[in-house]
């Protein structure tokens, strides 16, 4: 994701980059090169640099507090990949650390600017699909290896914390609050194993909603499917058998069942990475709102803490709407 959202950013006009962080240099040093930045393993010449204004944050999970508590006290604006917190306890120390900070501070929840993403919202926003029941969302890629920080839970949090936060964010964006989380997962929480997870949420509206994430996939896959149900009509996305997405209206719509409105591809051709990081630079130059507040990202962690759990208990757990940490409970 460094990469990546760095290269994205080197496409921006009147936005240059003066460092890039690795423990390892010489995995600095190769994209450095490309984006005629200064290689680093260090940290402090970045934060202690004046000419700094921003700071990317593409570590692992687990380092999130450190990072974040040095970027808050040089006054640095922070773009920060998601998962924002690992656990509860993280969770409260990013608020005492992010509360009345002033700088922007966005997360990297990017399928809020994926193209489907953002028209099934406003779709559903709308009204056009009717009183939604039954929500459906599907994730699923190969296993990240066995070498890799991701498959340690203590370190990435799993498979539903690290994979569905997308969905879980996506879910909250759009249908609101969440009234109770039952979740299962194939590994148990064991770490270095494929791993599917199952999360049925109950919805403070009354809809219910089906997660499915999956480590278990071939490597190199990539699999992302909607599903959203409502007295008026069915939305319906999957992102290996078609670049939009069906509407089928009920009869009660004034169109027969058969019908099918597909979107037009035109946001199909934007890179979600190019226009999540221009709109950090933006909400910077021009005193924007960031359109993913750190508060929001860590109610989607909390979910995810819920539905992990969940899995652990084998019993579904309450959320109270409180602050990451607090006591929960079960039913």
């Known amino acids: 994701m460094g990469a990546r959202l760095g290269k994205a950013l080197s496409q921006i006009a009147g936005v240059s ?9 010489a995995r600095a040093q190769v994209l450095a090169q490309q984006l005629h930045a200064v290689a680093v393993d260090q940290v402090e010449p970045i934060f202690a640099d004046p000419r700094v204004d921003a700071v990317i944050v593409c570590l692992p999970t687990y380092t999130r507090t450190q990072i974040l508590k040095a970027a808050v006290q040089s006054e640095k604006h922070i773009f920060c990949e998601k998962p924002l917190a690992l656990n509860a306890a993280m969770a409260r120390e990013i608020s005492l650390i992010l509360d009345r900070y002033s700088r922007c501070v966005m997360i990297g929840q990017v399928l809020r600017f994926f193209w489907e993403y953002i028209q099934l919202r406003e779709k559903v926003l709308s009204g056009e699909i009717g009183t939604v029941g039954t929500i459906r969302l599907s994730r699923c890629v190969g296993y990240p290896g066995r070498d890799s920080w991701f498959t340690d839970p203590t370190k990435s ?3 539903m914390l690290d994979l569905l936060v997308h969905d879980i964010d996506f879910l909250l964006w759009t249908f609101g609050d969440v009234a109770q989380v ?3 997962s194939a590994s148990g929480g064991a770490a270095d194993l494929l791993d599917y997870a199952l999360l049925n949420i109950q919805m403070q509206s009354g809809a219910l909603a089906h997660l499915e994430g999956s480590w278990a996939h071939p490597v190199g896959s990539f699999r992302q499917t909607v599903e ?3 007295s008026l009509g069915l939305l319906e996305f999957d992102s290996q058998l078609a670049s939009d997405f069906r509407w089928t209206p009920t009869h009660k719509s004034g169109l027969s069942p058969s019908s099918r409105i597909a979107l037009p591809e035109v946001g199909a051709r934007s890179d979600p990475y190019c226009a999540e990081i221009s709109c950090f630079v933006d909400c910077i130059r021009n005193h924007k709102s960031p359109v993913v507040l750190w508060r929001e990202a860590l109610k989607a962690c909390e979910v995810a803490f819920l539905a992990m759990e969940s899995a652990k208990l084998g019993i579904p757990v309450l959320y109270k709407h409180e602050l990451p940490g607090r006591k929960r409970e079960t039913s």
């Open 17 to 25: 980059i003066g460092y890039v962080y690795s423990r390892q240099l």
């Open 228 to 230: 959203i149900s409502g």
């Open 157 to 159: 949090g799993g498979i």
């Open 182 to 184: 039952f979740a299962q």
